[in-house]
């Protein structure tokens, strides 16, 4: 009997001991799961909408399937927490020329204080094979020293990675300048008239209501894909099923509100990245979440006249150089220039 029993009390401290095991292997599992998703949300942070921005007809749980998770390798030494208009410049890594033309010319209207914009270019990363790619580096961390107006991450820069760029933008204005009211995305050959896009910007949220999100822009209603392979745009049906793209602004330069950039950067968390950035985030995004497209004929794609008279009543302009960019600037704010009605057409 005395062995009997005390084969039943092995018998229950075994059962326990699988038991306690259970318990704590279900614990640790538990807490592997949390930690997991506050890192998670750490490095992809959720922007909490209230119900006012939220332009969704149901409020679905948010399931991110697309990571941004690359890493900052320079970070923008600016304060944009008073900024109205945040100015962001997607921009290749070797063009410190273009930048330092851009700082002197449109883009000085952020050096005025009262204005209340802030300037930031936005760069990728060179591949790390790439012959020379450490010394471009060199430079540009130097350069961002100086002017501090540089965000780079370490995605590698390339037209193809321009959603990522454009993602990185939302991402930056959405988080760190969250109190803004507009954002300009703009690509370095373009000149603009930033007075006239505030004052627009102004007016397009007066008539529609200061808490709505918009997007302004050169509108494209419709547009295919582009089947042929000898296309630079070729974007095969494995890519893009359907056979019209969402409308959709053009990418070379347009804004939109910052309650908009919230809204398109919880939609890009959950879509796919499309290679063709204006299709991606002003159509694809955009339709999602919806957010409206606005067509505004001052904002401009193609290139005109290079002179200051053309931008008098203009937003911006496309293919622009270095040299036509500070021509432009320096007409356009010259009170001795005379214009005359046909160039400002």
């Known amino acids: 009997m005395c062995r009997l029993s005390k084969a ?18 279900l614990v640790l599992v538990i807490i592997t799961v949390i930690l997991n998703f ?41 304060n944009c927490s008073d900024s109205k208009l945040i100015i962001c410049v997607e921009i290749s890594r070797g063009n410190n020329k273009t930048r330092q033309t851009i700082r002197q010319t449109w883009g000085s209207y952020a050096n005025v204080s009262s204005n ?8 990728g990363s060179e591949h790390p ?9 060199y430079f540009i961390d130097k350069e961002a020293e100086l002017y ?20 990185s933008i939302l991402k930056w204005v959405s988080l760190q300048c969250p109190e803004s009211q507009f954002l300009l995305k703009v690509d370095d050959d373009m000149y603009v008239n930033v007075p006239v896009l505030v004052q627009t910007l ?26 042929s392979p000898r296309s630079k745009f070729y974007t095969p049906v494995s890519v893009y099923k359907g056979n019209l793209y969402p409308r959709y602004a053009s990418g070379v330069s347009y804004a939109m509100t910052t309650s908009a950039a919230k809204l398109l950067y919880n939609a890009s968390l959950q879509v796919p990245v499309f290679w063709l950035e204006d299709v ?4 694809i995004l955009a339709e999602k979440v919806k957010v409206e497209v606005i067509h505004n004929p001052l904002i401009n794609i193609g290139k005109h006249e290079v002179s200051g008279c053309h931008f008098r009543n203009k937003i911006s302009g496309h293919h622009y150089s270095a040299s036509d960019m500070e021509r432009i ?17």
């Open 329 to 345: 600037h320096r007409e356009l704010y010259n009170e001795t220039t005379k214009c005359f009605l046909h160039t400002s057409h």
């Open 129 to 137: 094979s790439t012959n020379g790619s450490q010394s471009v580096q």
């Open 8 to 25: 039943k009390k092995l018998r229950e401290m075994l059962s326990k001991c699988r038991k306690n095991k259970k318990i704590v292997t």
């Open 280 to 283: 991606y985030v002003t159509g």
């Open 116 to 123: 209340n914009t802030t300037l930031i270019f936005f760069l």
């Open 38 to 78: 506050t890192v998670y949300d750490f490095i992809n942070p959720v922007i909490r909408i209230s119900d006012t921005e939220l332009s969704t007809p149901s409020k679905q749980a948010l399931f991110i399937i697309n990571n941004h998770r690359f890493l900052y390798k320079i970070v923008p030494k600016v």
């Open 148 to 167: 501090g107006d540089i965000l780079q991450e370490d995605y590698v820069d390339h037209y193809n990675n321009l959603s990522l760029k454009s993602v």
């Open 202 to 227: 102004d007016d397009i949220s007066k008539s529609k209501g200061k808490e709505y999100p918009f997007i302004v822009g050169d509108e494209v209603q419709i547009s295919a894909p582009a089947r």
